[in-house]
């Protein structure tokens, strides 16, 4: 079975062949020209999928050395996102099933990001919880099989990527800026400094909820920074980092450890942009045990057409394909 995978609902434009849910290519093109906008300007956004997806589409295509009309599959994110990027990537997905008949299947990202997992765990039992935490969302699912997947917690403010990325603006990093930072609070060594300087875990009041919160650490830092001269700022940039990032993930791990405590599943993993995350994912293991956890690699954490390609697999073997339909606010349903 061979699927293309077409991803542009922000600022990746993505495309990719799977064959039996293998990659046999991949290729992505990362906008870098938001970066002078400090964030993700829609239209750009949009004009640069245009630029890119044919291009992208007929690289990929004769990498594997196949022509179009012998793909069984086209699988394309058709929500949630942009609404004009989503629209190039679903109006041209659109025009290879016109033009050649192929089958085509709309794919949420969300779902997107969880099936990455799939890619490189052929074995990963279900059911096991998946924190997803990328630049636009952060949330808990439990997953018990494709079409069934349920939301634990999720954040009531700043998606756990945005506030790296809000933070690491406040810090003078270029968007986006969650590599960055993680590379910052590498330069530090040993505890003494790194304890130096700390931020608030949000807690909510009511013990049941897994909901997140990060706007109130993104003050804390923001506080922190006026507070302080711009010298001591920047001589001590790689602990405040360092302390941001702990904060980060001490608050995505407290909630999927009490997540597996509510439910009993001993298994869990990490998808979306943040899980490319080095910190992130050796807590986890300590927190988990190391046979517990699975992540994608970097590449398959951050938007790619594989994963697109690889939920529209699972849709087609359990019967669940649908003409896409877009829609920008979409949440996971299923
Ligand atoms: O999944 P993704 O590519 O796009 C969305 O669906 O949002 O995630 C992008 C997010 C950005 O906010 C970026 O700063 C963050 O993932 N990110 C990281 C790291 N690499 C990317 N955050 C923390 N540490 C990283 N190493
Ligand atoms: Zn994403």
């Known amino acids: 079975m061979i699927v293309l995978g077409i991803e542009s609902s922000c600022d990746e434009t993505s495309v990719a062949v799977l064959k039996d849910g293998c990659v046999l290519s991949s290729r992505t093109h990362s906008q870098d020209e ?3 906008y400090g964030g ?6 949009s004009r640069a999928h245009l630029e890119k997806i044919d291009i992208l589409t007929k690289r990929v295509l004769d990498e594997c050395g196949l022509a ?4 069984d599959l086209i699988a394309v994110t058709d929500s949630p996102g942009l609404a004009g990027a989503l629209l190039v990537g679903v109006s041209f997905a659109l025009g290879l099933h016109t033009a050649y008949g192929i089958p085509i299947t709309g ?6 990001h969880i099936c990455s997992l799939f890619i490189e765990h052929k074995n990963i039992e279900a059911p096991f919880l998946v924190l997803l935490a990328s630049g636009g969302h952060t949330a808990i699912y439990r997953y018990e099989q494709s079409g069934n ?19 690491g603006k ?3 990093f270029p968007y986006p800026a969650g590599r960055a930072i993680e590379e910052e609070a590498s330069k530090v060594s040993g505890f003494k400094e790194t304890e130096k300087i ?8 009511s013990q049941k909820t897994l909901d997140f919160s990060f706007s109130g650490l993104k003050t804390a830092v923001k ?16 602990q405040i980092c360092r302390a941001f990032q702990k904060a980060v993930a001490t608050s995505l791990i407290n909630n999927l450890w009490a997540a597996s405590e509510n439910c009993g599943i001993k298994t869990a993993a990490l998808a979306g942009g943040v899980a490319c995350n080095g910190y992130l994912r050796e807590e986890l293991k300590t927190r988990f045990g190391a046979d517990n956890v699975f992540f994608p690699s970097p590449a398959l954490c951050t938007d790619n057409g594989a994963m697109i390609a690889m939920a529209g697999l699972k849709m087609y073997n359990s019967n669940r394909t649908r003409f896409p339909d877009m829609d920008p606010a979409r949440g996971i349903n299923m």
């Open 170 to 172: 406040l810090l003078g």
């Open 34 to 36: 938001h970066s002078l």
């Open 107 to 112: 794919v949420n990202h969300l779902e997107g």
């Open 223 to 238: 506080n922190f920074i006026l507070t302080n001269t711009g010298q001591y700022i920047k001589e001590n940039r790689p």
């Open 149 to 167: 997947c349920r939301c634990l917690g999720q954040t009531v403010d700043d998606a756990a990527g945005e506030a790296f990325d809000k933070v």
């Open 68 to 71: 179009a009309r012998s793909l």
């Open 198 to 205: 700390t931020f608030p875990v949000a807690r909510f009041s």
């Open 40 to 45: 993700v300007v829609p239209e750009v956004a």
